[in-house]
């Protein structure tokens, strides 16, 4: 009778042992899984936007996007754009044709809310803020912003990016008062990772 109750222990104990070994066992593969799933949507999440002037401007280059923990990480490479501040945003439609830009449609706001600049307690997700031109015509930016997304109503796959002639004053609704458009280009999701210049 003892021995039976001992006996009948031992299986729960090993079975016990088991369920936790079991568990344990479980947890740990999920995580390197769902570790791996993350590095993969990483590399495929890196996308490029060739900047082309609009009719009449000489403003062209590069915008690279990729995929980081904290949001996005935006590499922006303009040349040909005159000396000074210059409105930067992602637009609605990934549609440069209209020659001027405005195929682009308005900034890039899934959620109606008002400009504001990259900072700003409420913002569009496309409110980059300003992009500085040196004297040669060079302006560079590179910078992690968490509201850029690939997925969902953040995804900026497929959107329109605009370079302004003026400088994006963050107030001004709905636009910044950038006026007119000077460079546009496409987020293009890139099947491998891009060289950012
Ligand atoms: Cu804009």
Known sequence: MTARIVNACMVCALALALGVLGCEKTETGGEEMAAKGTEMKAAAY???????????????????????????????????????????????????SSGDGKSAGGHFNPYSVPHAGPDGEQRHVGDLGNITANADGVAEKEFVDAMLGFEGERSIA????????????????????????????????????????
């Open 158 to 197: 497929g959107k329109g990016v605009i370079l302004h002639a003026n400088a994006d004053d963050l107030t001004t609704q709905p636009t910044g008062a950038a006026g007119a458009r000077i460079s546009c280009g496409v987020i293009e999701l890139a099947a491998e990772p891009v060289s950012e210049k």
């Open 46 to 96: 890196t996308a490029i936007a060739n900047m082309g002037a609009t009719n009449g401007n000489s403003a062209h280059g590069t915008v690279t996007f990729t995929k980081v923990e904290e949001g996005v990480r935006v590499v922006a490479h303009f040349e040909g754009v005159p000396a000074g501040d210059h409105g930067f945003h992602i637009h609605e439609f990934g549609d440069c």
